[in-house]
C-alpha cells in the first residue's frame, strides 16, 4: 500500500534560518503530492501541492518540487518565522480505491525569535 | 476560517456515555471524512462518504457510528468509549471523494475518562 515517511520532529530553528522538511513516499502510479499545514488549536489546511513530476508547488514562501526519480517532496523555506511554527504534514494522493490522501505522521515545526 | 465547523471544540466523557460530534461544511461539496489524530499515530482516516453514501470504512470499531443525512452535515455517534479513543477528531470535506483538496475543521478535541 501507499506509505510516507517524514523526518521526525520536533524541529527548532531561529527565526530567519533554512528549513528543509523531507519527505518521501511510495506509491503506485504517480500520484499527486501536497504538503498540509497545522497551526495551533486548528485543523489541517492545505499549503501548497504538485500534480505531476518535476512541478513546484509553493505557496508563503514555502516550495516544494516533485521529485519522480527519488519518490521525494521536501518542503522547504528560506527564511522561516515565528508565525511559522506548526505542524507540517507530507500527503501522497493514493492511487488506491478513492484516491485517498495518505498522510505522514507530521513534523512540528518550532521557530525561535 | 476554512468552512467547515465542528461541535463541540472539547469534551469529555465518561465510558458508558454517549455522545455526538457534528461536523458542518458550507462549501457545497459532496464528500465528507472524519479523521483521528492522536499523539503518538499518523493522521487516521475513519470514514468517507460520498454523496451522502459511505464508501470508507477503515476497520473503526463499531462503538464509532457515522451519520450523514446529507452532503453538508456529518455526524459521529460515540458510546461505550475506551480511554484511548482519547484524541482530536478532525472532518474534512472536499469536491468529491478523490478531490485533491481537502479542507478540515478545526476539530474536536476528546477525553474519554
Known amino acids: 500500500g501507499d506509505s510516507v515517511t517524514q523526518m521526525e520532529g520536533p524541529v527548532t530553528l531561529s527565526e530567519e534560518a533554512f528549513l528543509t522538511i523531507n519527505c518521501t513516499y511510495t506509491a503506485t502510479g504517480y500520484p499527486s503530492l501536497f504538503w498540509y499545514v497545522q497551526y495551533p488549536g486548528e485543523g489541517l489546511q492545505l499549503l501548497l501541492k504538485?500534480?505531476?513530476?518535476?512541478d513546484k508547488g509553493s505557496n508563503k514562501g514555502f516550495e516544494a518540487t516533485y521529485r519522480k526519480e527519488t519518490t521525494s517532496f521536501h518542503l522547504e523555506k528560506g527564511s522561516v518565522q515565528v508565525s511559522d511554527s506548526a505542524v507540517y504534514f507530507c500527503a501522497p494522493e493514493g492511487r488506491n480505491a478513492g484516491n485517498m490522501l495518505t498522510f505522514g505522521g507530521g513534523t512540528r515545526l518550532m521557530v525561535k525569535p | 476560517e476554512t468552512g467547515v465547523t465542528q461541535t463541540p471544540r472539547h469534551l469529555v466523557m465518561g465510558m458508558t456515555n454517549k455522545k455526538s460530534l457534528k461536523c458542518e461544511q458550507h462549501l457545497g461539496h459532496n464528500a465528507m471524512y472524519w479523521y483521528k489524530q492522536s499523539a503518538k499515530k499518523p493522521l487516521e482516516l475513519m470514514f468517507v462518504y460520498n454523496f451522502k453514501e459511505q464508501t470508507e470504512n477503515n476497520s473503526v470499531p463499531s462503538r464509532f457510528s457515522p451519520e450523514c443525512p446529507n452532503s453538508s452535515h456529518l455526524f459521529l455517534h460515540l458510546h461505550t468509549l475506551q480511554p484511548e479513543d482519547s484524541a482530536l477528531y478532525l472532518c474534512?470535506?472536499?469536491?468529491?471523494?478523490?478531490?485533491?483538496?481537502?479542507?478540515f475543521g478545526p476539530g474536536t478535541r476528546l477525553l474519554v475518562l
Open positions: 474534512a470535506s472536499s469536491q468529491a471523494q478523490g478531490s485533491e483538496t481537502q479542507y
Open positions: 504538485a500534480t505531476k513530476a518535476d
